[in-house]
């Protein structure tokens, strides 16, 4: 499969969105974890202005030995997280990644990861495409 490759930054235009063929990915970060966490998670709101539905289907990334994709589930009254093979996000549609719902899971993590840090994604969709992103670690805001 021919991929191909873009890479964007947003480093320090944190409003400004991250455009990738009809991908739009915008608000993206990463929540803070204690010093030693074997784990932490990611969220954004990904925008799709295509005519077709896109998956993300994989991610990576350079401060964790792997990613899944992950939501959560009440199960018995307690909310899991469960891996998932794919995100999808709608044509003309939003998906939301949101803490207590669908999110990126970094899985052990090979470095702490600071509020005020960045930590460097990759996501992978299924028509082969590929976005790049620097997530800033912090806090979810208050909206
Ligand atoms: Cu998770």
Not at 13 to 18: A, E
Not at 50 to 73: F, P, Q
Request: hydrophobic share 40%; aromatic share 6%.
């Amino acid at each position: 499969m021919k991929k191909k490759l873009i890479t964007l930054l947003c480093l320090a235009l944190l409003s400004t969105p991250v455009w990738a063929f009809n991908i739009q990915i915008e608000d993206p970060f990463v929540s803070p974890v204690p010093p030693g966490s074997p784990v932490a998670a990611g969220y954004m709101k990904i925008h799709n202005a295509g005519a077709e539905d896109r998956k993300i289907v994989d991610a990576s990334s350079s401060v964790s030995e792997y990613m899944e994709l992950h939501t959560h589930t009440e199960v018995d009254g307690v909310m899991q997280m469960r891996k998932i093979p794919f995100i999808t996000v709608p044509a003309g549609g939003t998906t939301e990644l949101v803490p207590g719902g669908l999110h990126l899971m970094f899985i052990d993590l090979r470095q702490s990861i600071p509020a005020g840090s960045q930590v460097d994604v990759q996501l992978t969709f299924d028509d082969g495409s590929l976005i790049e992103l620097d997530m800033p670690v912090r806090r979810l805001r208050n909206r």
